[in-house]
């Protein structure tokens, strides 16, 4: 769903008068309240980069609104990942103090540590996030209220860790063991009030309303953590509801589901749990809740496994109302082939926007790919073309539609202002409160520079999706590397994705879309400074293996890692390269 319909309101192109102080409030209302909750921490108060702010704020005092939020938007600098990293190392140390970590960032001590999910290829990042209460009623609903829902559904969402830091006090007792996961699972269990300190009381548990037991979303093992979800979906008749991270990876349950057909069916019948790597320390948890059910295994066999049929999930579960996933930018490609297993019955619905350091934005009005700004962290903007310093910085309000910019965070977890490399192109302004209105476009350090051009994240996309056709390529998942087997080096497309008939004018019509994108492609060809991008097609189930060996060497759980757009990392594109089926 790339166009807004005639029946969702159609965000105003500009803002007016009334919504842009109603903007203008709730948005400084924010920040002050995020400045004068962190300003005392020990990130603010000794951070150097905050210098100048410290300076001007012993000038000033913090008591008057307008001087504060002034004070803050001229001398607080834009901050790189090196300004928060001394200070998130402290959690490594042996032993970690809890002086040493106390009010570090926000008060108190954080609820969870969260790692990023290293699509570009750079080593993880670890964002320290704390258990805030909110303070403003989001003005959407979120996609995992249960409000109307009256059956059963399953969150396919991993709420393990890494591994757990413990924080003593002086006299070394442990007053807090955090864990360090990842975002996803981390904002379900702080919405929950789930601790780690508590997961053993749940271990045996079946969360009210949900098909898989809690034990099932600590498996790491990816697919281990699949199957095993898989299983009690399957064993359930009643689903009415199905959550995972991201659209590929509903893909690669359904693809897990065709593989082990036939085990999981006498799993089912049987009421036995199969014997999968990585599930021994849940494995009597799991059993309790698995029971003997010959007549739903008789049932799903008559059905067939999912690739057998079209609209396959309906049959499956007859209830089943929704599947949330996300569905936007390179995940789009999928949409597709899980349309054809869900049948025509079934809503796709989005998780929202956001990053490991913050989730900022919710669907607008359940398009997948157009969001609306809905947080209680503060975003700003930079002009996409502009030089990344803070006197560049816009506010929502000054933004304008059909521009590109990159997004800047201050989150409640520190009093940071810290370029997301994510770009942005505002499609206009709510008109329920004025928040801006967007499409995601692309990572701003996702991208190849060859010696002509540099082409963007997005303008592979967009490439790739002008010639995704039954009759050409039917893209399911890609990836883009610098291909310099031969020379002059072009860009080469890794594909997952059944050919066409006319699949031999792949080549050209992808150099087309580029061209369309980047004026300064043809001249390089015509020059023959480049020459026509190179396609490979992989086999299927590819970028699913991808997944689970990024995840098993990372140790992360499923659902985090990504296919990147452009992939500079040698390994996994050698990796890559010994699974092409076929070369256009």
């Not at 697919?223 to 659209?247: G, N």
């Not at 934005?361 to 947080?375: G, I, K, N, P, S």
């Not at 497309?493 to 994108?517: C, I, N």
Request: hydrophobic content about 40%.
């Amino acid at each position: 769903m790339s166009q807004l319909d005639s029946a969702t309101p159609v965000p105003y192109n500009s803002l007016t008068p009334k919504l842009r102080t109603l903007l203008t409030e709730k948005n400084d209302g924010l920040l002050l309240r995020i400045i004068r909750a962190n300003f005392n921490t020990q990130y603010a108060s000794q951070a150097p980069s905050l210098a100048a702010f410290r300076d001007v704020v012993a000038a000033h005092g913090t008591e008057v609104n307008n001087t504060l939020l002034q004070d803050f938007r001229s001398h607080v600098a834009l901050m790189d990942y090196a300004s928060y990293k001394p200070f998130v190392a402290k959690f490594d140390e042996r032993p970690c103090k809890e002086s040493e970590i106390e009010n570090l960032f926000a008060p108190g001590l954080p609820f969870s540590l969260v790692w990023s999910s290293t699509t570009s290829g750079n080593a993880p990042k670890m964002f320290a996030k704390y258990h805030h209460i909110a303070k403003e009623a989001p003005i959407r609903r979120s996609v995992y209220d249960r409000s109307d829902v009256n059956g059963q559904e399953n969150w396919v969402i991993y709420y393990g860790y890494k591994e757990l830091k413990e924080i003593e006090r002086e006299s070394g007792e442990v007053v807090k063991r955090i864990p360090v996961g990842i975002s996803s699972g981390t904002m379900l269990r702080m919405s929950a009030g789930w601790n780690v300190d508590s997961d053993e009381s749940r271990m045996s548990v079946i969360m009210p309303g949900q098909a898989a037991p809690w034990a099932a979303s600590l498996i790491t093992r990816h697919q281990s953590f699949l199957i095993i979800h898989a299983l009690f979906c399957l064993a359930c008749r009643d689903l009415e509801r199905l959550a995972t991270t991201f659209a590929p990876v509903f893909m690669d349950i359904m693809r897990h589901v065709d593989n082990e057909w036939d085990m999981l069916l006498t799993c089912i019948r049987d009421g036995t749990i199969p014997d999968l790597e990585g599930i021994d320390n849940v494995r009597a948890h799991l059993q309790v809740h698995l029971h003997a059910n010959s007549g739903r295994a008789t049932e799903l066999r008559e059905i067939g496994p999912p690739f057998s049929c079209a609209g396959w999930a309906a049959r499956v579960w007859p209830k089943m109302r929704m599947l949330v996933a996300v569905g936007s930018g390179p995940y789009a490609f999928v949409l597709p082939k899980v349309r054809s297993v869900l049948g025509p019955t079934i809503a796709i619905r989005g998780r929202g926007y956001g990053a490991t350091e913050s989730v900022f934005a919710a669907c607008y009005e359940d398009h997948l790919d157009t969001f609306v700004l809905q947080t209680e962290d503060v975003i700003e903007f930079l002009d996409a073309t502009a030089d990344e310093t803070h006197q560049n910085i816009l506010r929502p309000w000054d933004l304008e539609a059909g521009k590109q910019y990159q997004v800047v965070l201050t989150t409640r977890d520190g009093l940071w202002r810290y370029p997301l490399g994510d770009i942005i192109e505002i499609v206009g302004f709510d008109t329920n409160g004025g928040s801006p209105v967007f499409k995601y476009t692309g990572r701003k350090s996702l991208s190849i520079r060859f010696p002509h051009a540099l082409i963007s994240e997005s303008d592979f996309v967009s490439a790739i999706q002008a010639i995704s056709s039954e009759d050409i390529i039917q893209v399911h998942e890609f990836t883009v590397v610098v291909d310099d087997r031969e020379l002059p080096a072009t860009a080469g497309y890794f594909v997952e994705g059944p050919l066409g008939s006319r699949s031999h004018f792949a080549r050209q019509k992808l150099f087309e879309a580029l061209d369309a994108t980047n004026i300064a492609h043809r001249r390089a060809l015509d020059n023959g400074r480049i020459r026509l991008p190179t396609i490979r097609i992989v086999k299927p189930g590819t970028f699913m293996e991808y997944r689970q060996r990024k995840g098993k060497k990372l140790n992360f759980g499923a659902g985090q890692i990504k296919v990147p757009v452009v992939l500079s990392e040698s390994a996994c594109k050698e990796w890559l390269e010994e699974r092409v089926v076929e070369e256009l």
